[in-house]
């Protein structure tokens, strides 16, 4: 009998695609919010992620065995505009899930960011302390905080910059729109001041589906590229894999939504330690232009070794 995953979020850029890759062999129930959702083969329900007594019914009337948190606001000026938002979608929420998840005996998955860490020119391991610069930041090291102390069963990836495609024509992300604006050769805006790591969705959804295959518990990974880039030299290492013209890249610095007010910024870094992964899986995760290579090969459908 297939296990159940309840996905909440089905229909976000995260939780489209780990359907995607985890529907053959597992039976998928899928939240939304407002939207209907509707997916061939998978069971889909409304819910409000806030409602505790809602999320705990879902929770028990499916009996998951495992519970993905895919809901949340990842943008960092919007969360800097709407911290209240932020915290409730990125924490409040996340609690809700995660309880009703424990009582339920569900493992709990939370997809975590770089973005807890405070962005000082250095490498991060995992057992070093969050110490956020921003409101997003902020509002995901909490969860990770309650997840570690009060769940019995989870799995937190902490992720670098994740880019690919997502399943809903009414909230583009900044890939798609760095392919819309090469395919009408408009001019791209890309900062040079933020240095992370960039990784293909899809790879992280294979993680994701190796993790549950070996049963992993407990545990808090870095997931992210080897190597590390600006969004300029990502913008200027996908024109050169896709074949685009890397003229129309134009290099920014854009106002970064901090939450130290007194502190001068200039280029900030979010680069995480890849090496617990890689030795718990026994590969070595890709340089930022393998990955690319990895996205173009799928997305022009070409065959992948």
């Not at 309650?146 to 024509?169: A, D, E, K």
Request: hydrophobic share 35%.
């Amino acid at each position: 009998m297939k296990k159940t995953i309840l996905i909440f979020g089905v229909s976000s850029f995260v939780g489209s695609n780990f359907l995607e890759l985890l529907k053959d062999e597992f039976r998928i129930i899928g939240t939304y919010f407002k939207t209907p959702v509707s997916i061939p083969g998978v069971t889909c329900v409304p819910c409000d992620v806030l409602k505790k007594e809602y999320v705990a019914s879902i929770v028990s009337i499916f009996k998951p065995d495992i519970s993905i948190y895919a809901v949340g606001m990842s943008s960092l000026k919007e969360c800097q505009l709407s911290p209240k938002q932020a915290d409730a979608l990125n924490s409040a929420g996340a609690v809700n899930c995660c309880v009703a998840s424990e009582r339920n005996s569900s493992k709990f998955i939370f997809i975590s960011s770089g973005f807890v860490l405070g962005g000082e020119d250095t490498i991060y391991r995992e057992g070093e302390t969050p110490f956020p610069n921003t409101t997003y930041g902020n509002s995901l090291s909490s969860t990770e905080f309650y997840v570690q102390r009060s769940c019995l069963n989870y799995l937190i990836l902490r992720c670098s910059s994740l880019y690919g495609r997502g399943f809903n024509p009414k909230h583009d992300n900044w890939f798609e729109r760095l392919q819309s604006a090469f395919a009408k050769n408009e001019p791209i805006l890309a900062d040079d001041s933020v240095y992370t790591g960039f990784l293909d969705i899809q790879i992280l959804a294979k993680i994701l589906k190796a993790m549950i295959a070996n049963g992993v518990t407990n545990r808090l990974f870095h997931v992210s590229s080897k190597d590390f880039m600006t969004r300029y030299q990502f913008a200027q290492a996908y024109a050169r894999i896709f074949k685009k013209d890397e003229s129309l890249i134009q290099k920014t610095t854009g106002i970064f939504p901090s939450d130290r007010k007194s502190e001068e910024l200039s280029n900030l870094y979010y680069r995480l330690d890849t090496s617990n992964i890689e030795e718990f899986l026994n590969t070595k995760m890709p340089k930022i232009e393998e990955s690319l290579s990895v996205t173009y090969k799928r997305l022009n459908n070409i065959g992948l070794s």
